[in-house]
């Protein structure tokens, strides 16, 4: 079965430091997804990537997938105490998609003021 | 506003009881889903619902219940079965645009649930 492996699990940086987060999957990706979850609420939607070589950018942040579609990495340029919390990439496994995917399990970013 | 609502948003569970989640959701989704999250893990699914009156096993569902009675609701009920019930839920859903392969899962706030 598929499994997404993120990295580093926990990070600390001081505020306006840039900082990079990593998602490898076990299989090719045909859809990979980030998310941002506060501490003890629930995931908000970022970023969706499906296409080899993909990048998209929001705000400070920017994700991008890589050509074989086995890693995707997450970006924030200077960071800000509002990017804390715990970003989760997640995948769909199949060419079609499918109503479920799997979750990585989490990066814990601290932005020190 | 459109979203999904989890009540209560704490609960607490003696020993032999069954307790239920409720998730509600008004964004017009045809599928929803469970998961667990534990301290230091990632999301677990529980159970997901793509159609109204069916539901299939996701990867620990032993000791859960669910219904989809309506397409709005899909409460969980987590029996005495699961012994080791303490955990952070989240209940999640989806509008799943096939043709685009497309799945953004949208959440409600959780239910944190804890053992007496």
Redesign the interface.
């Known amino acids: 079965s598929q499994e997404?492996e993120?990295s580093p699990?926990s990070l600390i940086v001081q505020e306006g430091k840039n900082l990079t987060i990593n998602c490898t999957s076990s299989k090719t990706l045909?859809?990979l997804?980030w998310?941002k979850q506060k501490y003890?609420?629930?995931?908000?939607?970022l970023m969706?990537l499906?296409k080899g070589g993909e990048e998209k950018s929001h705000e400070k942040i920017t994700a991008k997938l890589d050509e074989k579609k086995q890693q995707s990495s997450l970006h924030i340029t200077a960071s800000q105490p509002s990017h804390a919390g715990i970003y989760?990439c997640?995948a769909?496994g199949s060419?079609?998609?499918?109503?479920?995917?799997?979750?990585?399990?989490?990066t814990r970013l601290k932005v020190l003021a | 506003d459109g979203g999904?609502t989890?009540s209560p948003k704490y609960l607490f569970r003696k020993e032999g009881q069954n307790v239920t989640l409720s998730c509600e959701q008004n964004l017009n989704h045809d599928?929803m889903?469970w998961?667990r999250q534990d301290p230091?893990?990632?999301?677990r699914?529980i159970y997901?619902s793509?159609i109204v009156n069916d539901f299939?096993k996701?990867d620990i569902a032993e000791g859960y219940s669910v219904s989809r009675e309506k397409k709005e609701s899909f409460p969980l009920t987590v029996t005495s079965a699961q012994k080791n019930p303490t955990a952070?839920y989240?209940c999640?859903s989806?509008s799943?645009l096939?043709i685009l392969?497309?799945?953004?899962?949208?959440?409600?706030?959780?239910t944190?649930l804890s053992v007496l």
């Open positions: 997404l993120q699990q045909y859809g997804y998310y003890g609420e629930g995931l908000i939607f969706m499906q989760l997640g769909d060419t079609s998609g499918t109503y479920k995917y799997i979750f990585g399990t989490g | 999904i989890q599928a889903y998961y230091g893990q990632g999301l699914l997901y793509q299939q996701g952070f989240l999640a989806s799943f096939a392969a497309k799945n953004i899962q949208y959440f409600g706030a959780g944190r």
